[in-house]
């Protein structure tokens, strides 16, 4: 066996400490720097709170740390999509023959039963209210943001899980020639809460991720345990239906009565919601190679921020995890093997559920109310009762199975093309 470094841990997000809690169970000691505060100790420094899908392969590296049965307790199951049309006429569309759902979990709860979890193990040292400011030859500054003064730590192995604006990443970027891009979506997105009814009723169905497809945006509505849902509108920035339009009280009101007209009436405080809340961007990360010698790596949205509409982000951060300890497992822990391996074994993956989310924006908010597409859902639903080794629907691939993100890429191009014909 090599002798085991200690590993320092960028970004106590969600992929972080999830990774930490593999890496001390593989008996590795951790020290894990976050430039924010413990959110256990203070929730009003977590940024917004928004709630995320997760699905399989989410599941599945919890269930690989023990730590599945746990977040079940926070998670409300949706069965599948229910569309709402102008009228607020709603049609239920299930995810998967078999009753299969996806399940909805607020990032804050999730993120904070992760790091309860971690500093359950004494291998794993939480450093919060730091914030690295750069890494050089051998060393990473911090802030301390409470303390208000300059840390230095001298790291032997790094690990990037610092989100979409990596400075692991940068790291790479300036001692590799690295192919990056960044592309980011002509659309914007802003939460808006919709609360729970009289008698702390839910005002929709829970069981159903709820969806306003108004082709060239939407907007999603998700539950929480507390019986409100998070919604988020994705619109333009610019343009005739556009976030640049919405400058109004009247406007907005205008805007949602128009076309959200059942949601329109759940928000009572609809244009404060609107007028508080951030507009943000979405932005696609591209890069290689994901790690430098046996020094540096990245993962998680480090590595492969997408866009969000697949609800895949950080499921594939959660798949990196366990792609990682296998790979640890198959190299008996020499990370000189391990992190080239995973840089080239994973990039193809990242890669496709990149392009798999930006296609599921048009599939959400324009395709499930076309009949063409309606049609093809329907054939492939056959086939694949008919023959569920040959045929799969892609959602299927992406959301519940084991297949690779790339193999569900391919195989979902072929099946298409071949149900087209068919039509
Ligand atoms: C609107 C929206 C909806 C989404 N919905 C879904 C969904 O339904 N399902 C799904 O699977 N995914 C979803 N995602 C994606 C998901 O949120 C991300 O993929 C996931 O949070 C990535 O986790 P991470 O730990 O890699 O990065 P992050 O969650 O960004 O965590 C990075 C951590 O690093 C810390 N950090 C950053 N910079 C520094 C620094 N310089 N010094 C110290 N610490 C630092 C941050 O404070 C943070 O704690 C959604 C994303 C968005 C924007």
Redesign the pocket.
């Known amino acids: 066996m090599m002798k085991k470094p200690s590993v320092t841990l ?7 400490s999830l990774f930490a809690v593999f890496l001390a169970k593989r008996g590795f000691e951790v020290h894990i ?4 505060s413990d959110p256990r100790t203070s929730a009003k420094d977590q940024g917004r709170s ?1 709630n ?3 699905s399989h392969r ?1 599941w599945k590296a919890l269930r690989a740390v023990g730590l599945e049965e746990e977040v079940r307790k926070l998670a409300i199951p949706m069965k599948g999509r229910m569309i709402h049309d102008h009228e607020g006429a709603q049609t239920f569309q299930a995810y998967s023959k078999e009753g299969k759902s996806i399940y909805s979990i607020s ?1 804050l709860a999730l993120n904070t039963l992760l790091i309860e979890a971690a500093d359950a193990h004494d291998a794993i040292h939480f450093h919060f209210n ?3 400011l750069a890494i050089q030859e051998d060393e990473i500054t ?1 802030f301390h943001t409470k303390k208000q003064k300059i840390i230095r730590v001298k790291p032997q192995l790094v690990i990037g ?7 692991v990443r940068k790291r790479i970027n300036q001692l590799v020639k690295a192919d990056f891009e960044e592309t980011f979506l002509e659309h914007g ?1 802003k939460e808006l809460s919709i609360p729970a009814g009289e008698n702390n009723t839910f005002l929709l169905d829970p069981h159903a991720l709820h969806i306003w497809p108004r082709k060239q945006f939407m907007l999603i509505a998700l539950p929480n345990p507390d019986k409100t849902f998070t919604c ?1 509108l994705f619109l333009a920035y610019e343009g005739e239906r556009s976030f640049d339009q919405l400058t109004s009280v009247e406007a907005v009101n205008a805007f949602f009565a128009q076309e959200f007209s059942d949601v329109h009436t759940l928000i009572p405080d609809l244009s404060k919601q609107f007028f508080e809340n951030p507009t ?1 961007f ?1 932005s696609t990360v591209k890069t290689y190679p994901w790690h430098y010698e046996d020094k540096f790596l990245i ?4 590595a492969h ?2 866009v ?1 509409f697949y ?7 959660f798949e990196d995890c366990s792609v990682l300890a296998e790979l640890l497992e198959e190299y008996r822990n020499d990370w000189s093997k391990v992190l080239p391996a995973f840089s080239k074994h994973r990039k193809k993956d990242g890669d496709a559920i990149a392009t798999l989310a930006l296609n599921n924006f048009v599939e959400m908010r324009d395709s499930v109310i076309d009949e063409h597409f309606l049609a093809k859902k329907q054939k492939i639903a056959e086939l694949y009762e008919q023959d569920p080794n040959k045929w799969m629907p892609l959602y299927e691939m992406v959301t519940f199975s084991d297949y690779s993100y790339s193999e569900a890429l391919q195989k979902g191009k072929e099946q298409e093309q071949k149900i087209v014909a068919m039509l």
Do not use: W
Not at 10 to 16: C, H
Not at 33 to 36: A, C, D, G, H
């Open positions: 960028l970004g106590a997000g969600l992929v972080g720097f976050e430039k924010r928004i995320l899908a997760l989410g990032r730091h914030n690295c911090f899980t610092d989100g979409a604006n990596s400075v997105y988020t943000s979405l993962m998680g949205d480090a921020a997408i969000p609800g895949q982000g950080m499921n594939a951060g």
